[in-house]
């Protein structure tokens, strides 16, 4: 299993970004995904994650109105949309796919990508 993150960069504070994960290796449509951040100092922690179908998305309170979990499963892509950034949002974000179809709060994760950095700065 792969999964590519891609779309990271430096923005000013208000600014946004989208986030992409391509995703191989695995059957796309049957798996939930996640998106999970690491601040500079912090442990990683969880930021969204999506169901199998895209009809049940989950929010990080600290993203909830600003950041948007989304996906294309014709693409085999998740994405995470990412307005109103805040410099404590800068962090490296990963993607990652669970073995199963749904999430629930706490499940775990099996596949996780290479990360992408977001530095939100003025």
């Known amino acids: 299993v792969q999964l590519q993150a891609s779309g990271g960069g430096s923005v000013l504070p208000g600014g946004s970004l989208r986030l992409s994960c391509a995703a191989s290796g695995l059957r796309f449509p049957n798996h939930a995904m996640g998106w999970f951040r690491q601040g500079p100092g912090k442990e990683r922690e969880f930021v969204a994650a999506?169901?199998?179908?895209?009809?049940?998305?989950y929010y990080a309170d600290s993203v909830k109105g600003r950041f948007t979990i989304s996906r294309r499963n014709t693409k085999n892509t998740v994405y995470l949309q990412m307005d109103n950034l805040e410099p404590e949002d800068m962090a490296i974000y990963y993607c990652?796919?669970?073995?199963?179809?749904?999430?629930?709060?706490?499940?775990?994760?099996?596949?996780w990508g290479q990360g992408t950095q977001v530095t939100v700065s003025s």
């Open positions: 999506i169901n199998y179908s895209g009809t049940r998305t």
């Open positions: 990652a796919a669970r073995s199963h179809s749904n999430f629930y709060t706490g499940a775990t994760f099996d596949y």
